[in-house]
């Protein structure tokens, strides 16, 4: 199964089959506050260096957040789409829980979009999913309801299902949903990565979609997150995710070395292409 996202020139597919497609995180204000003023202040140089430099880094697909305290994010979140369209042709993916910022930024945002995100929430189903429709967007769709957060994974699978019926209802093919199984901390309950990747498995297994996963989540709390957010997405990737909201610039060579090892990269190709991209180290004097 394939989704194909459009940038302004450039198209992405998600595929089941394929390569893991990188979302770049970093447009995101939550814990950087040098963001969080430039985009209160609407000085936006910065948020289109970080565009350039997460394409750079090899991510395929930018998410874009504008939400801090007090923000119009209705005003805000389509000016921040406009500027990362106008120096980056991957596609967008807009992340924002506010329907009106949604279908303003929609109305802006040049190709075939990402939304992030639905969920099984009727409140959430009822806003979102008209809007994909309409504008012909792709959506992901967390496995979480007016219940919360299920604690196993068939339950998990249960609310999958019920947001890929929903979008069916309303002509929203599951091609152009990509569920995301959601992730806990392990530092609170050492079951909780366990039960994602059981949950990945599953729905895989059970409808043959895409999976996204946001893998930072799981090492909240715990010494040396970058080394358990690697593993935990070398796991992942093993399971069946093949698309990742992710920090470019510091996984996106676990990222390609997992593809690498499970057959996906014929002849080493995008992994070498990866590291021969990397700024080189300058020669150290004798």
């Known amino acids: ?72 994010e209705e005003r805000l979140l389509p000016e921040v789409v406009k500027e990362v369209a106008s120096v980056v042709d991957v596609p967008l993916c807009l992340d924002t829980p506010n329907p009106a910022a949604l279908k303003a930024a929609l109305q802006v945002v040049p190709g075939k979009p990402l939304v992030n995100s639905v969920n099984g929430e009727e409140k959430s189903l009822a806003s979102v999913l008209p809007l994909v429709r309409d504008r012909g967007a792709a959506v992901i769709g967390l496995v979480m309801d007016d219940g919360g957060i299920p604690k196993e994974a068939a339950d998990r699978a249960r609310v999958a299902s019920k947001i890929l019926e929903r979008a069916a209802k309303l ?66 990737i093993g399971r069946g995710a093949n698309c990742v909201i992710s920090d470019p610039l510091k996984l996106t060579g676990i990222i390609r070395a997992t593809d690498l090892l499970l057959s996906h990269d014929e002849y080493a190709a995008r992994y070498i292409a990866y590291f021969r991209s990397l700024p080189k180290e300058p020669a150290q004097s004798a």
Do not use: C, Y
Request: glycine share 10%.
């Open 171 to 236: 002509g929203i093919p599951p091609e152009d949903v990509i569920i995301d199984p959601l992730v806990l901390s392990v530092g609170a309950d050492t079951t909780a990565g366990l039960v994602t990747l059981q949950t990945i498995e599953l729905i895989r297994q059970r409808f043959g979609v895409s999976i996204n996963l946001g893998a930072s989540n799981v090492s909240f709390g715990l010494p040396d997150r970058h080394t358990i957010n690697q593993a935990f997405l070398a796991l992942a």
């Open 1 to 72: 199964m394939q989704t194909i996202l459009k940038g302004r020139t450039t198209e992405v597919h998600i595929d089941t089959g394929g390569q893991v497609v990188i979302i770049g995180e970093r447009i995101n204000p939550t814990g950087r506050k040098k963001l969080a003023a430039a985009l209160t202040a609407r000085d936006f140089g910065l948020v289109r260096d970080l565009a350039r430099a997460q394409v750079q880094a090899g991510a395929e697909v930018l998410d874009v957040n504008v939400g801090i305290a007090g923000a119009d």
